[in-house]
């Protein structure tokens, strides 16, 4: 049973900065990719951010040039670096582990952007 745990999330005013983490466990095959979304109220699950296997990232529009994704060397776990947080930002954000036959999800980590 694979499992993924995020962490990192809270309450922030705009212009900050917060780092979620998320790590993954259990028996993963096949591993293709890693990415956090997110899912603001009333509104539909938004893909932010992808990191490959082989390291290549991928952004929405909404957040490139403040967020980074990135993954530690040898670990299933993934990082997401948001700076110049806004309000619009404001979601529960959940980190996906994609293989090539299955998708895992985390439990989801609250980010409020709010002064």
């Known amino acids: 049973q694979v499992q993924l745990v995020e962490s990192g999330g809270g309450l922030v005013q705009p212009g900050g900065s917060l780092r979620l983490s998320c790590a993954a466990s259990?028996?993963?095959?096949?591993?293709?990719?890693m990415a956090w979304h997110r899912r603001a109220p009333a509104k539909e699950r938004e893909l932010v951010a992808t990191i490959s296997g082989g390291g290549i990232t991928s952004y929405a529009d909404s957040v490139k040039g403040r967020f980074t994704i990135s993954r530690p060397n040898a670990n299933y776990a993934v990082y997401q670096q948001m700076n110049s947080l806004k309000p619009e930002d404001t979601a529960v954000y959940y980190c996906?582990?994609?293989?090539?036959?299955?998708?895992?999800w985390g439990q989801g980590t609250q980010v409020t952007v709010s002064s």
């Open positions: 996906h582990l994609k293989t090539l036959g299955d998708n895992y």
């Open positions: 259990g028996r993963i095959l096949n591993f293709a990719a």
